[in-house]
């Protein structure tokens, strides 16, 4: 078995063609005769045929050859390009960095993270996915997201940087019974109907598990994935729904506090631990901890 042909092969041949002798190559590519022969006879034997001959005046290409140097010139042009393309793409201040985030980030704690980090490093590129929290960790598993915004408690395999702290609160219209109030237990809404994230995500599960603990099986009338058409679907007197103090009002909604001490939900920043944060990502992580109040304290 003669070995593996690599990229570096191709190269070294494109230069024996450009020379036309052994010795010449070589001592222009900085490697011995025997080696660069040996770089030769690889890729001979693994495409079958003789790419050069050997003349008293060093080689020449044979019509075979003609056609492997032509793809070679190609494949070590495109692994140049992909090469360039992963330097700029790494690169510290020019890089890009692919970033994951809840639907409900998008108008609020996002631009404020982004706008922070464009004025600290305008040169990097931020990839943005909009999505749900379960096809964030795909995602973040696969590597098409280096980092992902999103509610997560601790997970093997994952690393949290706690960015914010969001209450929750009851959404009604500005004329329900419960507007003019200012705390409400969640155990006053068994008979109202709510308007809720459907099941699967994130903030369903935590709206759930408040219910459940308050004794409570909500009555559902509406379900969407978008927090903000919760809050106008209750503006049109579709039901209640519990969001994020951040969407209350901005339909004319009237947001009332909930008595519940959990009704709060934690937005992180999450990363893989099993793999190295390409620098842009590893600088735009250091720039939302820096913006963080205090070590591991949440923003907000």
Known sequence: MI????????????????????????????????????????????????????VPTGVVTTADGELVLESARELVA????LRARLANRLDPDTG??????????????????????????????????????????????????ELGLTMTGPEDGYARLSVQVERLVVVVPPTHR?????????????????????????HRALVDELFAEAGVTPRVSF?????????????????????????????????VGLTTPGARRTISLVWRTDRPLAPPAQRFLDHVRDQVSGPGDPLG
């Open 223 to 255: 379900e969407s994935a978008d927090l903000a058409t919760i809050e106008g679907l209750v503006a049109a007197g579709l039901g209640l729904g519990i969001v994020p103090e951040v969407f209350a009002g901005v339909s004319g909604t009237v947001g």
């Open 78 to 81: 495109d692994h140049d390009r």
């Open 3 to 54: 070995g593996i042909v690599q990229v570096r092969d191709f190269e070294w041949l494109l230069a024996l063609a450009e020379h036309g002798h052994v010795t010449d190559a070589a001592a222009a590519l900085g490697t011995s005769q025997p080696t660069l022969s040996r770089a030769l006879a690889r890729i001979e034997a693994e495409l079958g045929v003789r790419v050069f001959e050997r």
């Open 96 to 145: 890009v960095v692919r970033l994951a985030f809840l639907d409900s980030m998008a108008t609020t704690l996002l631009p404020q993270l982004l706008r922070g980090f464009h004025e600290a490093a305008p040169g990097i590129k931020v990839v943005l996915s909009q999505e749900p929290a379960h096809d964030i960790r795909r995602d973040l598993d696969r590597g098409a997201a």
């Open 178 to 202: 419960l507007a003019r109030r200012k705390r409400v237990d969640l155990a006053e809404l068994s008979d109202e109907e709510m308007v809720m994230i459907p099941p699967g995500f994130g």
